[in-house]
Structures are given as structure tokens and as C-alpha cells.
């Protein structure tokens, strides 16, 4: 069960993949999946999907992680 106190990105639970345990939790998100459901369900493109998330949830009080390491690349 989670927190009622933890900040959620309300619209994305079932990108909840957990909580970081620390003084302050905060709920841990996969950023690959808010991007498909921004994609399907609100009909944004890949790209405008990623720029949301990344100018718009970036700073929320969560944790964005990428599962999908095939397309994390390194430079």
C-alpha cells in the first residue's frame, strides 16, 4: 500500500514501480511507461511525450527512473 502523504503524479499509478525509502519517500516512477501512457492515452508524439516529462515532472518531488536500458545511451 502506499502512503497517502507521498506526492503523486495524479493520472500515472501503473507507472509506480516503487518507493525510495528514505528521510523524505519519495514514490520511484518508470519513465519509459508515464511516456507510453502520455502517448496512448493523451495522444502526444514520442518526442513532445519525453519533453513533457522532462520540462514538466523532472522538478515534481518523485523519482524518474529509466527501466528500458536499451535506450539509455551513453555519450
Do not use: C, R, W
Not at 525509502?21 to 514514490?27: A, F, H, M, N, R
Not at 523532472?58 to 539509455?72: P, R, W
Request: hydrophobic content about 40%.
Amino acid at each position: 500500500m502506499i502512503d497517502d502523504k507521498l506526492f503523486k503524479i495524479k493520472g500515472y499509478d501503473e507507472a509506480i514501480i516503487g518507493v525510495e525509502q528514505s528521510i523524505e519517500p519519495k514514490l520511484v516512477y518508470d519513465l519509459d511507461k508515464i511516456a507510453e501512457i502520455m502517448i496512448t492515452q493523451e495522444g502526444m508524439s514520442e518526442e513532445d511525450a519525453y519533453d513533457h516529462i522532462s520540462y514538466n515532472l523532472s522538478s515534481a518531488d518523485v523519482i524518474l527512473v529509466n527501466t528500458n536500458i536499451e535506450k539509455v545511451y551513453l555519450h
